[in-house]
């Protein structure tokens, strides 16, 4: 069965008039774009994540409403107050949105029109990455298939993403520099820290869920697993911002197994993470002009589908991950302790990195908070392979029911 595509016209028109309503004539010709959607590769074990962890799944609905509703309000709302994002919009998501997910995955052009016509290359790129994500949780959550079928599953499945040059983020690692070193860099995380938190630990549940998938012994192990992970992404919205992550969640610290396993999938994770800040800090950036932004988005979104841009060696990228600190991050999706972890690092800090070694080397903006962060020391977290008990259906119901409590309260001029 050949793959299904949907070419776009609507994009490409839309496109069109947006630039003939922000641009010249002469800048019509540029903002053409063809580019196209492209669905599952068919395999028997699609849907089978949505089949067998129903609530985690509709968390990831839930998740492309919040990047949707981001990238509209900073491109369609320019001049909107901060209260906007970091009150009204992050009270929608994790008292209502979040705790009442989207049954079914979104069509995010419906979310974000405008932002959908400024960078549609941008926005199918992250389709396109989204849906190897979602892909991928189904091969792993195929109990029918072996190990051996899975590795074969996955690398069949990265082959047909890579079968899209024109939306495949690279499967080399890029340095940090790529994503917060930039002439734009840090103008969202330092605007809406409390969003670019909750954009966090969205990421870190993206790949968290990798973990108890690929350590659980059975399949009620797995569900007990996916159930303390879930309910350890609502634990860090407790206090936010302090709760949520103070740095971007890297796969290597984070899912350990899954990138030992699968690293050429964990650096296009991690690209594709790291492109989603380099889109809010643009847009975010009110020394962008407007009408560079989509150039700005195009020429980054660029650099992170070649090869060659800000590369480092896979050693590196792993070094680099750890030395950012697991607790920096959120801490480890399985096998963690009740209480959250202490960061290390002001909210937001810049560490930066040799790019040969991927070992810090100090940092660009921020500090180390509490007696210093030498993490050089730091193996990968290892966790025990039983099942999680501490947080399991019992504190997940608790934290919800604390969720909606806290729902019931909040003035309805704020939902």
Same mark, same amino acid.
């Given at each position: 069965?050949?793959?299904?595509?949907?070419?776009?016209?609507?994009?490409?028109?839309?496109?069109?008039?947006?630039?003939?309503?922000?641009?010249?004539?002469?800048?019509?010709?540029?903002?053409?774009?063809?580019?196209?959607?492209?669905?599952?590769?068919?395999?028997?074990?699609?849907?089978?994540?949505?089949?067998?962890?129903?609530?985690?799944?509709?968390?990831?609905?839930?998740?492309?409403?919040?990047?949707?509703?981001?990238?509209?309000?900073?491109?369609?709302?320019?001049?909107?107050?901060?209260?906007?994002?970091?009150?009204?919009?992050?009270?929608?998501?994790?008292?209502?949105?979040?705790?009442?997910?989207?049954?079914?995955?979104?069509?995010?052009? /419906?979310?974000? *029109?405008?932002? @959908?016509?400024?960078? +549609? !290359? $941008?926005?199918?790129? %992250? &389709?396109?990455? #989204?849906?190897? =994500?979602?892909?991928?949780?189904?091969?792993?959550?195929?109990?029918?298939?072996?190990?051996?079928?899975?590795?074969?599953?996955?690398?069949?499945?990265?082959?047909?993403?890579?079968?899209?040059?024109?939306?495949?983020?690279?499967?080399?690692?890029?340095?940090?520099?790529?994503?917060?070193?930039?002439?734009?860099?840090?103008?969202?995380?330092?605007?809406?820290?409390?969003?670019?938190?909750?954009?966090?630990?969205?990421?870190?549940?993206?790949?968290?869920?990798?973990?108890?998938?690929?350590?659980?012994?059975?399949?009620?192990?797995?569900?007990?697993?996916?159930?303390?992970?879930?309910?350890?992404?609502?634990?860090?919205?407790?206090?936010?911002?302090?709760?949520?992550?103070?740095?971007?969640?890297?796969?290597? /610290?984070?899912? *350990?197994?899954? @990138?030992?396993?699968? +690293? !050429? $999938?964990?650096?296009? %994770? &991690?690209?594709? #993470?790291?492109? =989603?800040?380099?889109?809010?800090?643009?847009?975010?950036?009110?020394?962008?002009?407007?009408?560079?932004?989509?150039?700005?988005?195009?020429?980054?979104?660029?650099?992170?589908?070649?090869?060659?841009?800000?590369?480092?060696?896979?050693?590196?990228?792993?070094?680099?991950?750890?030395?950012?600190?697991?607790?920096?991050?959120?801490?480890?999706?399985?096998?963690?302790?009740?209480?959250?972890?202490?960061?290390?690092?002001?909210?937001?800090?810049?560490?930066?990195?040799?790019?040969?070694?991927?070992?810090?080397?100090?940092?660009?903006?921020?500090?180390?908070?509490?007696?210093?962060?030498?993490?050089?020391?730091?193996?990968?977290?290892?966790?025990?392979?039983?099942?999680?008990?501490?947080?399991?259906?019992?504190?997940?119901?608790?934290?919800?029911?604390?969720?909606?409590?806290?729902?019931?309260?909040?003035?309805?001029?704020?939902?």
């Amino acid at each position: 069965m050949a793959p299904m595509h949907r070419l776009h016209r609507a994009i490409g028109l839309g496109v069109g008039l947006a630039a003939a309503l922000h641009g010249t004539a002469g800048t019509l010709s540029a903002q053409w774009s063809t580019t196209y959607e492209q669905f599952y590769l068919p395999a028997s074990h699609n849907w089978q994540f949505r089949t067998h962890y129903a609530s985690a799944d509709r968390l990831f609905n839930a998740f492309d409403f919040g990047h949707a509703i981001l990238y509209e309000t900073l491109w369609g709302k320019p001049r909107a107050p901060v209260s906007e994002l970091e009150q009204r919009r992050y009270d929608q998501l994790t008292r209502r949105i979040l705790l009442n997910p989207p049954r079914l995955p979104l069509e995010e052009a /419906a979310i974000e *029109p405008r932002y @959908a016509r400024l960078a +549609p !290359e $941008a926005k199918v790129m %992250f &389709d396109w990455a #989204h849906l190897l =994500h979602r892909q991928l949780y189904d091969v792993l959550a195929d109990e029918r298939l072996t190990w051996a079928a899975r590795d074969a599953e996955v690398a069949r499945l990265i082959r047909y993403y890579r079968s899209r040059p024109d939306l495949a983020f690279s499967s080399k690692p890029k340095t940090m520099r790529l994503m917060q070193e930039q002439p734009y860099s840090l103008a969202f995380r330092r605007t809406y820290p409390k969003f670019n938190g909750l954009i966090w630990a969205y990421h870190w549940l993206q790949m968290g869920l990798y973990e108890p998938l690929m350590r659980g012994q059975s399949p009620v192990d797995k569900q007990a697993m996916i159930r303390a992970t879930v309910a350890r992404f609502f634990q860090m919205l407790t206090d936010a911002p302090n709760t949520l992550p103070h740095q971007m969640p890297m796969t290597v /610290a984070v899912a *350990p197994r899954f @990138a030992e396993r699968y +690293p !050429e $999938a964990s650096i296009i %994770f &991690d690209n594709l #993470h790291s492109m =989603h800040d380099v889109v809010s800090d643009i847009l975010a950036n009110p020394a962008v002009p407007r009408d560079r932004k989509r150039a700005e988005i195009l020429k980054a979104a660029r650099a992170y589908r070649d090869d060659t841009t800000e590369v480092m060696s896979v050693a590196a990228w792993r070094t680099m991950s750890v030395q950012m600190g697991i607790e920096n991050m959120g801490g480890p999706a399985v096998g963690f302790l009740p209480d959250l972890p202490q960061p290390t690092v002001t909210a937001g800090a810049v560490m930066q990195h040799d790019p040969i070694t991927g070992a810090m080397t100090g940092f660009a903006s921020g500090a180390s908070v509490g007696g210093g962060m030498d993490h050089s020391h730091h193996h990968m977290p290892e966790a025990p392979a039983a099942p999680m008990t501490m947080l399991s259906q019992p504190v997940l119901d608790a934290l919800q029911a604390l969720f909606r409590a806290l729902a019931r309260a909040l003035p309805p001029a704020l939902l």
